[in-house]
């Protein structure tokens, strides 16, 4: 996920997430036996760089969003990923937010986890979210990343604008992995 334009962390914030993890094991049982499937490896390095988001679901950390969505992933030395998520606000300004994100389990896997929360803050489970690549095709220039629970989805580009068809084509492998793609909603990316 990119977790857009997070804002600053605050104890009303980190609340919000204890309640959203201490709901998790309702949200994994409701999912029975169609859990989320990731693509089967991840190669970071062809990852890094510059994603354009055009659809994702609704979410309250996104609010301020208006358009021109996207992400930079930049490598650090400690084989973690920076992260700087910025979009234009219906002012006009544009909103940034910097976080860490992290891979979880072998060098090729493709769930990560990410927090924009300050790093002091790094030990608390609750201040990572899941950023699982569930869609990426062979060029690295599609993705869509969700969470083991699907309530994010983001639909990202490596351009500002897709191809009609291919958008289509990967609602139809979202559809088949149970996603609710109506409530997708796609990203202004003006010039």
């Not at 600053?8 to 309640?19: D, E, N, W, Y």
């Not at 989320?36 to 760089?49: F, H, M, N, Q």
């Not at 998520?85 to 090729?108: F, M, P, V, Y």
Request: aromatic letters at 10%.
């Amino acid at each position: 996920m990119t977790l857009l334009s997070h804002p600053r962390v605050s104890i009303v914030s980190i609340l919000g997430m204890l309640l959203i993890g201490l709901g998790c094991s309702q949200a994994m049982a409701q999912q029975g036996d169609h859990p989320v499937k990731t693509v089967a490896s991840l190669d970071v390095p062809r990852y890094l760089g510059t994603w354009y988001e055009i659809a994702k679901f609704p979410n309250w950390f996104q609010k301020k969003c208006a358009s021109n969505t996207k992400a930079i992933y930049t490598a650090k030395p400690d084989g973690n990923l920076q992260v700087l998520n910025s979009c234009k606000t219906a002012g006009g300004e544009i909103s940034e937010a910097e976080g860490l994100a992290r891979q979880i389990g072998a060098k090729d896997s493709p769930k990560l986890e990410v927090r924009f929360a300050p790093e002091w803050l790094s030990f608390l489970p609750l201040v990572w979210g899941d950023y699982w690549v569930i869609d990426l095709d062979p060029q690295y220039q599609v993705a869509a990343v969700s969470d083991p629970r699907r309530e994010y989805l983001w639909v990202l580009s490596r351009t500002p604008q897709l191809d009609p068809k291919v958008y289509a084509d990967l609602l139809q492998r979202l559809k088949l992995q149970q996603f609710d793609i109506q409530k997708l909603e796609l990203t202004s990316q003006k010039n």
